[in-house]
């Protein structure tokens, strides 16, 4: 009986595994292969250079900058969340007046496309006429040359970064709905503050959603591509261009195809050693 339901399971399991074979794995070998070749975008004058791709990425300055600046804004992303997102997650569960308002602010850039929404804020961030400035103007500041100079210009993406807290907010949310409130009464017999059973009490007792929450908002910071792209575009001089918007320009700027192979190759590994990890804490919460 137990061979035929497993079976049965692999008769099921077959077209997704033969879509995952044709367009991950066959893509994967793909991308390795051209990563080892000195070619453009025509692939017809490929020329075999062995490791040399991978030895240039490692040692570009602009590429270790982007792969830096993916972990400062998943830094951000991540203590946003688990300050932020938890704060507000806590609230709107305690039922504060406007709870559906205040999810549908938060929650808001969740459900709808990024690209729209970064698109949006980096119109708003115009010197000239961007809204943002126009406020500035109201009150004698600025204007403030946001996509110009690299400190403004990071100062905007920590801010859109830290508005983009919907998803850290639904897994805090969906796991309040199933914590114990029995402990938080008895500290609240006790005469414990609410500062103090957020902090000592509730807050540790969520440690297993806190890993959950640092593992996805750190892949998610390797697929915030549309954020950047479409908000300051890596401006100023690629200052604030993160590892997809790298191989981007280089591949289809500079038609570098094999040199942007090898920098795809890095970062997939990379963010496939995250997503074991993030499956292996979820197996263990599941325990």
Do not use: C
Request: hydrophobic share 55%; aromatic share 12%.
């Amino acid at each position: 009986m137990r061979s035929k339901a497993l079976g049965a399971a692999a008769l099921f399991l077959l077209p997704l595994l033969a879509f995952y074979g044709v367009y991950y794995l066959y893509a994967f070998g793909v991308l390795v292969d051209a990563s080892r070749t000195r070619t453009s975008l025509s692939f017809t004058d490929a020329t075999v250079v062995g490791w040399e791709n991978f030895r240039l990425v490692i040692t570009d300055e602009l590429f270790l900058r982007a792969v830096l600046n993916n972990l400062l804004f998943a830094a951000v992303s991540i203590a946003a969340a688990l300050t932020l997102g938890f704060f507000l997650a806590v609230s709107l569960a305690s039922g504060v007046r406007l709870r559906r308002f205040f999810f549908t602010v938060f929650l808001l850039p969740s459900l709808i496309p990024l690209s729209l929404f970064a698109t949006v804020f980096g119109r708003m961030l115009e010197t000239d006429d961007g809204a943002v400035n126009a406020l500035l103007g109201v009150v004698g500041i600025g204007p403030v040359d946001w996509l110009g100079s690299t400190g403004p210009s990071y100062a905007a993406l920590f801010v859109l970064l830290v508005y983009l807290v919907g998803l850290p907010i639904m897994y805090y949310t969906s796991d309040l709905a199933t914590t114990n409130t029995a402990v938080l009464e008895s500290a609240m017999i006790d005469g414990a503050g609410s500062g103090h059973m957020y902090r000592l009490i509730l807050f540790p007792m969520l440690r297993n959603t806190h890993k959950t929450v640092i593992l996805s908002v750190l892949l998610g910071s390797f697929r915030a591509f549309d954020v950047v792209f479409f908000s300051t575009k890596g401006e100023p001089g690629g200052r604030t261009q993160i590892t997809g918007t790298y191989i981007y320009n280089t591949m289809l700027g500079e038609n570098r195809i094999g040199y942007a192979s090898a920098a795809a190759v890095i970062v997939l590994v990379f963010a496939l050693a995250i997503s074991a990890l993030q499956v292996l804490v979820t197996r263990r919460r599941a325990r």
